[in-house]
């Protein structure tokens, strides 16, 4: 198990880039799975730099996408509701 962790100013692909390049670099040859945030450019970082890796999003985060969806929609309906 690695864990990386870093600080960059926006996690954009060159961003994700440098770091997977970072660990290449230390010997890095082969990833299993990558658990992480739904960063912009990940993905396609990951395909780069390991491209039969599993990338699958934190279950965390995804809960929270889902509660904050559910929300969203629960605001639209009431609203929708109320306007009658």
Not at 5 to 26: G, H, I, P
Not at 28 to 53: H, L, Q, W
Not at 60 to 68: D, K, N, T
Request: proline share 2%; charged share 25%.
């Amino acid at each position: 198990m690695l864990k990386h962790s870093t600080f960059f100013n926006n996690e954009n692909r060159a961003d994700w880039l440098k770091v997977f390049n970072d660990l290449t670099e230390r010997g890095v040859k082969r990833v299993m799975i990558i658990v992480s945030d739904d960063f912009p450019g990940i993905a396609n970082a990951i395909e780069k730099f390991f491209p039969d890796t599993d990338h699958q999003l934190c279950f965390i985060h995804l809960q929270r996408i889902v509660f904050c969806m559910l929300l969203f929609d629960s605001l639209l309906l009431r609203d929708d509701v109320s306007s009658y």
